[in-house]
């Protein structure tokens, strides 16, 4: 029983410092920088929804501020299960540079594989073959996995808020579809391990050491038999979700997405534990790193470009893309996806049909629905005594003439889009 105390009272003495170091990581005026950012992202949507619907639904200080609570619960969550765990990082400064500049090569090529998984992964593979650079293959890829696994964790959650209605040119049709961007500014402190010199060696931090059920991730080989030295650094970051759904729901997109995101955070923890032991695994998570992600990458992109629209026009009746709050629809329990058959027993099958049955300002509606191509519903609405001249709902159109119809670019290439230019010319 005294063993299991002591690991309760190392924990919470360990969260402590964690969690100090932690709001002090909140007030780097680098993490305050990415609050900023994030900002200048929201603005970008907020056009966009005043741009389709004719007024912005959500507001930019709103947007930012949950988007910062979500990043700063995650970051915690993150920063405690990384020391907790003992998942430690050792690595020399030329890493991070090498790392940007790999991210860097990456988003010129695709825009959609800017991400830590795969400049964590090449370079790991560099390190494996050349021998450079020397970095901790195991802690960082855990510690990627870790921040994948928090980040399927803030899609299934959020993802899916605030996505914006689009028009979209899909297999020769104009549907409906949605854009959705998320960021989330995330806090961090990693648990870092340096070499000292026996006498600059903390006592405390020797004791840590010396613990039988601490750290769960060994140091590396070449660490082992050297006096080493366990550091917090804080470090902000950003998680970010961008994407064009198409042949799916917002919620379901997400939902989905999320799912796929924590297996392969899962897989891939797993994979950087093994190898912290197995140097064979170091090769294994590597591979997994880069192969595993850009699987997941290439089907999404695949079915978003040939598989059925969600929001097709229906062969009778009016498809609905979004409801507007407290608006007439919203209020009946009227929901995207639904298609409207009739109005007040008329058939409808264009928005200037909705129109034209609404012109005369009726006080009682009633609304024929066909709900996921199987249920028929009925909703009614009473409005006295102004009557209801609108339903407060974007339909996908049957005109394919509607402007505002946006080609969907699975690829955002900037290297091919300075080639282009140049053979144009």
């Known amino acids: 029983m005294s063993g299991w105390l002591a690991m309760i009272q190392f924990l919470i003495e360990f969260s402590i410092v964690v969690s100090i170091n932690f709001v002090l990581g909140m007030f780097h005026p680098f993490y305050i920088g990415m609050i900023f950012i994030v900002l200048m992202m929201y603005r970008k949507n907020v056009y966009l929804e005043e741009n389709m619907l004719g007024d912005a639904r959500s507001k930019i200080n709103t947007l930012v501020f949950e988007s910062t609570m ?212 170091k090769y294994a998570a590597v591979f997994f790193a880069i192969v595993g992600h850009g699987v997941l990458t290439f089907c999404w992109a695949k079915k978003e470009k040939h598989g059925k629209a969600y929001f097709s026009v229906p062969s009778h009746g009016v498809r609905v893309l979004d409801i507007i709050e407290e608006g007439p629809a919203f209020e009946m329990g009227i929901k995207p996806g639904d298609i409207i058959l009739r109005i007040n027993n008329k058939q409808v099958m264009t928005r200037h049909g909705i129109k034209n049955l609404l012109r005369d300002y009726p006080t009682f509606i009633w609304v024929d629905v066909l709900r996921e191509d199987k249920y028929h519903l009925t909703f009614e609405y009473k409005r006295f005594p102004n009557g209801v001249d609108n339903l407060r709902i974007l339909i996908v159109p049957r005109d394919e003439s509607v402007a505002n119809v946006q080609r969907p670019k699975m690829q955002h290439d900037l290297l091919r889009h300075f080639t282009r230019k140049k053979t144009e010319k």
């Open 70 to 281: 979500h990043g700063i619960l995650a970051g915690l969550i993150v920063s405690l299960l990384i020391h907790w765990l003992g998942i430690n990082i050792h690595m020399e400064p030329q890493f991070f540079i090498s790392l940007w500049l790999i991210l860097l090569v990456i988003s010129l090529l695709n825009m959609r594989y800017l991400c830590f998984a795969y400049g964590a992964g090449i370079l790991g593979l560099c390190s494996l073959l050349f021998g450079w650079p020397n970095m901790d293959i195991s802690g960082v890829l855990a510690f990627v996995a870790l921040l994948h696994l928090v980040e399927a964790g803030l899609i299934w959650g959020d993802g899916h808020r605030s996505a914006i209605p689009m028009f979209v040119e899909h297999r020769g049709k104009v549907v409906g579809g949605f854009v959705m961007n998320k960021q989330w500014p995330i806090p961090l402190v990693l648990l870092i391990v340096s070499m000292v010199s026996g006498s600059q060696f903390p006592v405390n931090t020797q004791q840590i050491m010396e613990t039988s059920w601490w750290p769960l991730m060994p140091l590396q080989e070449q660490l082992f038999h050297q006096d080493a030295l366990y550091k917090i650094l804080p470090i902000p970051a950003i998680l970010g979700y961008s994407e064009m759904v198409i042949t799916d729901s917002p919620r379901g997109k997400t939902r989905k997405s999320a799912f796929f995101i924590a297996v392969y955070s899962v897989v891939l923890l797993s994979l950087a534990f093994l190898s912290a032991n197995v140097e064979t695994f």
